[in-house]
């Protein structure tokens, strides 16, 4: 098969055309194939290939940088500690985020993207890979070492001032559900000051001014400052998660679903206002979220998991212009378009979601795809780029 320029954009016709090579891929070819054989193989290889990303050095422009990150989880043990059977919920995923911008990152339910945002913060260790932010690889960094300030000599007398902080305080999280995120017996002002006097974000007399600062750029009354998290709805509490996150001035803020707990009507203005923020305060977001129309709207590139696996990564336009990938045609094929003559034309999904545990062989989505071909069902595809910035991985397209 004809292998195409990596750097030309794909249109419908070349994309449309490629399909898996029928002269070497028949149900003959596979009747004798070791499957087991094939997966150790596969993964035999994306170990060197991790191995030797190593030596690579991290990008200067990009502010996170993730290779090949995995994050398992020991589900059985035996007496002595062996490792008997294992959940990949992150699964060698890579990928670079730069300052100011917003990575949205979807999924149905159970593919990884909490654990993977989680692991980036180092809330959990990672099983392999390499996390580097700001250029440093903070991979192996333990829970003391996030709290320490960065020394990073290389910096410039501005940055010194915003940067040589704590990672801690530099990475942030604002999570789903603004009831339980929240302390129920501290007030307003009391739960944003905390991590503000902790790590000394100003001095000790300004921290109140500098809270109603924060509370204010969220939209937060001065008054609120002595109330308690219960007297208020499920808006002004994500408000106040969001000005507790930003109050120790992060560059990196996870949101992990920060609208699916909350009303249609107030999904809007909270988004609207991690928009303003992110402009006044540069933040760069790694944005989680399965509703698809939230992500198109605040994301400037989108990656798409399943299973533990990136299986498609690009800018929001070629994304939604030319999903590449079965699952992301899919699931973008269940966005509301705003025309009300408009056909939708659904793809639905057959099967269960397969376990992390125990994921089908050779394209983990071969179970419930409709253009699955038998090379689907032992041969992992690889994940590579068909025009520029849009990765993919699908026997769809060409493979070398
Ligand atoms: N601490 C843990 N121990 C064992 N398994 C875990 C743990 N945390 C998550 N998992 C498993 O890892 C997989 C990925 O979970 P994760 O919460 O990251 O998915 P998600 O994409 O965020 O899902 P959702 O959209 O429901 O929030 C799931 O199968 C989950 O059960
Ligand atoms: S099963 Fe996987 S590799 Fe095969 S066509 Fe579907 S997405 Fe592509
Ligand atoms: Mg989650």
Do not use: W
Not at 86 to 112: H, M, N, Q, W
Not at 113 to 126: A, D, E, F
Not at 207 to 218: E, I, R
């Amino acid at each position: 098969m004809e292998n195409k320029n990596d750097t030309q954009p794909i249109s419908e016709e070349t994309v449309s055309v490629a399909e898996p090579t029928p002269e070497t891929v028949s149900e003959e070819d596979f009747s004798q194939f070791d499957n087991e054989a094939e997966a150790a193989k596969e993964q035999a290889a994306r170990d060197a290939q991790a191995e030797a990303d190593k030596e690579l050095p991290p990008d200067p422009n990009a502010l996170l940088e993730v290779r090949h990150l995995k994050k398992y989880f020991t589900l059985k043990k035996t007496f002595l500690g062996k490792t008997l059977s294992e959940l990949r919920a992150v699964d060698d995923v890579s990928f670079k985020l730069y300052p100011g911008e917003t990575l949205g990152i979807v999924g149905e339910s159970g593919c990884g993207k909490t654990t993977m945002g989680r692991t980036i913060l180092k809330l959990h260790q990672p099983t392999g890979g390499q996390i580097f932010f700001n250029g440093q690889d903070i991979t192996d960094y333990t829970t003391k070492q996030m709290h320490r300030p960065m020394i990073q000599p290389s910096l410039d007398n501005a940055s010194i001032a915003t940067l040589n902080r704590p990672l801690r305080t530099q990475m942030q999280i604002i999570f789903q559900d603004p009831y339980s995120s929240l302390p129920p017996r501290s007030p307003v002002g009391e739960i944003i000051a905390e991590a503000v006097k902790v790590h000394n974000i100003v001095p000790p007399d300004q921290v109140k001014d500098y809270v109603l600062s924060v509370m204010s750029q969220c939209g937060l009354l001065d008054y609120y400052y002595e109330r308690y998290p219960h007297e208020f709805s499920g808006g002004q509490r994500q408000r106040i998660c969001i000005a507790r996150a930003l109050a120790v001035k992060p560059s990196l803020v996870v949101c992990d679903e920060p609208v699916s707990a909350l009303d249609v009507s107030i999904q809007a203005q909270i988004i609207n206002l991690l928009k303003k923020l992110q402009e006044e305060m540069n933040l760069t977001y790694l944005f989680i979220s399965h509703d698809l129309s939230v992500v198109k709207h605040i994301s400037d590139r989108i990656g798409v998991m399943y299973l533990g696996s990136m299986v498609e990564f690009g800018s929001k336009e070629s994304i939604f212009a030319n999903p590449l990938h079965p699952y992301t045609q899919a699931l973008f094929s269940a966005v509301p378009v705003p025309d009300p003559d408009a056909k939708m034309n659904r793809i639905l999904l057959g099967g269960d979601i397969p376990s992390p545990a125990n994921p089908p062989k050779g394209c983990k989505f071969h179970t419930r795809c409709p253009k699955a071909k038998e090379i689907c069902k032992h041969i992992a595809p690889v994940y590579k780029e068909y025009e520029e910035g849009h990765f993919a991985a699908c026997h769809l397209y060409p493979q070398d």
